[in-house]
């Protein structure tokens, strides 16, 4: 009899642990509609499938129990819940996305050291994190439009592929303690007077920083991308260790920034650009030798600095509002040598009195009585003014040279058509009339071949004269006798 109660108590636990079991394994997603259904996963230290939190809960909902999360939490356009948490989950194998939780304040998973992604967005009332332990491990971070004013607790990892950050005005500091990224870093329109700092990073794939107070990377030696800086508010940048960039390096529209310094940087696999820094007015760059793209550079700058560059694949382009002729002159060098490879173009201003007539194009006079021209040194194709200027004089010559020889031909056949000569008689006594009046006269074909008058006297041959012009008639032989010259007939 004891036996069979023992044999039938070992029966139901083994029933109870099968259900268990059955529970915490789900082939699929677990839909929690409220704390009821969340505190039945209590007893699953290991819990394999997603679990969803319904859009039409209004419960607080606590995960409590569950240790490691084979698949992801999601909620999404739960409008009502405020607080989410898990009292002893460390892992979770796939993604933690929150998504569209507008009163959600609460976020308290104390234990939780590792993610695939963490991806949240639109958690308009989040501003304080729980994270006790740390995340330390995860693959992809995506933190946008949330209240939040510190990512503590959730930036402990070392490695990581991704990281975006954007659109948290209420973050005022975030400091990464990883060591490399294998693709992208994106931190943009948070809070103005952000505290960007990565005090650990080595390496990076592409990182891209905007809206910064202050960017801070002592150690940062490669980025195999590229490196952008944009629209921030700090005075200083400097990137002491940096030696190389695979892709491209630009700083842009940083209106505060006085001073830039990159003393190590050796190598940039792509472009190099540098536009609308209005602060800053001095460039050194001697430590750069070979810019595989292009070099661009536009802003207020008084000095630019090149003098390691060994090699620009791609065009040199610069633009500067003050008086940069010695560093136009020995890029220009530099082009002859064969140093910059594609188009080369260097242009600045120069402040002048408005008097001066040296100027090449005047702007109107400033209130300190002063106008600015525009110089430009460059390799364009087009000729200058000057030996265009005496292509054109040389054309108009040439073009006149012809028109005035016929000019003076005409007035040479104008003076032989006005000159009076009284009629003449052929041998047989008959006049030679002139041509009617009014009637231009016709020169013979100019491939016909003037035949000279025979006989002792042919020096004496005349020709006829017409009105307006002159046609000379072919002499013909008579039958039967020599032909004469004739004589003149006087009216």
């Known amino acids: 009899m004891v036996l069979r109660t023992f044999g039938l108590v070992g029966l139901l636990l083994q029933l109870h642990a099968a259900e268990v079991l059955a529970q915490c394994s789900i082939d699929g997603t677990t839909t929690i509609n409220s704390q009821t259904q969340a505190s039945s996963l209590a007893s699953c230290s290991t819990f394999t499938g997603s679990i969803a939190i319904a859009t039409s809960t209004t419960d607080d909902i606590a995960l409590d129990g569950v240790q490691t999360l084979n698949g992801d939490i999601v909620a999404t356009n739960a409008t009502q819940i405020k607080s989410l948490s898990a009292d002893s989950l460390e892992i979770i194998k796939g993604g933690f996305k929150l998504n569209t939780l507008p009163r959600l304040s609460t976020l308290n998973f104390p234990k939780l050291t590792q993610a695939d992604a963490i991806l949240w967005d639109e958690l ?283 000019v003076m031909l005409l007035l040479r056949r104008h003076r032989r058509t006005t000159t009076s000569t009284p009629d003449e008689k052929d041998d047989t006594g008959e006049v030679v009339s002139e041509l009617p009046s009014g009637e231009l006269a016709q020169e013979l074909n100019a491939e016909s071949v003037a035949q000279e008058l025979s006989g002792p006297n042919k020096d004496q041959a005349h020709e006829l004269h017409a009105v307006h012009g002159t046609s000379e008639l072919a002499p013909q032989e008579l039958p039967g006798s020599p032909m004469r010259p004739s004589a003149s007939h006087s009216s």
Do not use: H
């Not at 952008?228 to 260790?241: K, R, S, V």
């Not at 460039?283 to 000095?303: E, P, Y």
């Open 124 to 406: 308009g009332a989040l501003s304080v994190l729980s994270f006790d332990a740390g995340v330390s491990a995860v693959s992809t971070i995506s933190i946008q439009n949330t209240a939040l004013s510190s990512l503590l607790g959730i930036t402990q990892f070392k490695t990581a592929d991704t990281v975006y950050v954007a659109n948290n005005p209420s973050l005022q500091v975030i400091e990464l303690l990883l060591e490399n990224f294998t693709t992208s870093i994106i931190v943009k329109q948070n809070n103005p007077g952000l505290s960007l700092t990565f005090p650990s990073l080595l390496w990076t794939f592409n990182l891209t920083a905007s809206d910064c107070k202050s960017v801070y990377m002592p150690k940062l030696a490669a980025v195999n991308g590229s490196l952008g800086l944009t629209d921030n508010a700090f005075t200083d940048f400097a990137l002491p260790e940096l030696e190389s960039i695979g892709g491209s390096l630009s700083f842009t529209n940083n209106s505060d920034l006085t001073n830039l310094s990159l003393p190590a940087l050796t190598q940039v696999g792509g472009s190099l650009q540098v536009f609308d820094n209005a602060a800053l007015n001095t460039l050194d760059f001697d430590t750069i030798r070979v810019i595989a793209g292009a070099l661009k550079i536009s802003g207020n700058f008084t000095n630019i600095s090149l003098s390691g560059i060994e090699d620009v694949r791609g065009a040199l382009l610069i633009n500067s509002t003050s008086n940069i002729n010695s560093t136009c002159q020995e890029l220009q060098n530099e082009r002859q040598s064969r140093i910059i490879k594609g188009m080369f173009s260097c242009n600045y201003s120069i402040a002048t009195p408005s008097s001066s007539t040296s100027s090449t194009t005047p702007s109107a006079p400033s209130a300190s009585n002063s106008a600015t021209s525009t110089s430009s040194i460059g390799n364009g194709t087009g000729l200058s003014t000057g030996v265009k200027a005496g292509i054109g004089i040389g054309a108009a010559i040439g073009g006149l040279a012809p028109i005035g020889l016929f």
